[in-house]
């Protein structure tokens, strides 16, 4: 299955495009790593793509390549929430910094440490619309939004979720990943009317970071998780793999398709994830040259 075999040919009939947050109560369980992969499969495709960049850690800022210049500071998600103005979200876009054609159709909303200072604002009343104000009337121009969330539910990854239409949980195939993935599930069902959301749904569930020579990984990923997501879990699972660690850790970094026949590999297991995500959210064909 390709992205191109699976996209629907309806017209999205949208104002603005689906946005996607991609969480999970845990850290290191691989959602920067996927919202970057996926970003950049949907990329390849022709689809324009906005990565935003929402954990204070800055790790999807820096795996995408984006440089801040302390010499010459811009603003990042941080400003661009901190606002409460509608649409604001544009006057921090960025370029990322990998090569052609990543370049012209992914677009980040880039993060730096001083977004945890948001959270200080947890309390004032509408605070958790602000992201979503931030980017109604900016993110119009775009196929998709990918919200790459912190490690916890709170209120960072509930500005996500206020202006997401979909969840997508990336979980490692240990205790605590599969648990924080649970945990989610639980909190969208029972808080997205208390986030002003009640439409938000959860997309579906991928499963990073499999060491297929672990027993436990094997258990987890042939019998606890598909008994506990059914149907909602995606296929196929992506393994650990060096590929993805180097392509994050290069210097600078870059796309796994620069990284050769081990990245290819990968590429291509982000290839059918970004089919599948497509084919969920119902998500219309590349619409060319924006
Ligand atoms: N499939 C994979 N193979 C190898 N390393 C991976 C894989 N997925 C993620 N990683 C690495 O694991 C670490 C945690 O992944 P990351 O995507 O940062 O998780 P999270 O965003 O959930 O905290 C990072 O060093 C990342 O490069
Ligand atoms: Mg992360």
Known sequence: MTLADTVSDTPQHR?????VAVANNKGGSGKTATTI???AALAEAGY???????????NASRRLNYVHDPANPQPTVSEAIKADIEGVAADAFAEIGWPEPYSERITLLPSRTDLENRTLEAGVLGAVLRLKKALDGADNDF???LIDCPPNLGHLTQLALAASDFVLCVMDPEYD???GAVTLRGFVDSKAALLHNPGLQ?????VDRVDTRTGAHRFQVETTIPELFGDDLWQPIIPERVAVKDAADAAPPRPLRALGRDGEDMATRFDQLAARLADRIGLALPTGVK
Request: glycine share 6%; net charge negative.
């Open 15 to 19: 104002s603005r495009p689906y946005r």
């Open 143 to 145: 196929d998709i939004v």
């Open 202 to 206: 959860m997309a579906g569930y991928i």
């Open 37 to 39: 992969n996926l970003a």
């Open 48 to 58: 324009y793509v906005l990565v935003v960049d929402l954990d204070p850690q800055a």
């Open 177 to 179: 990943g599969i648990d």
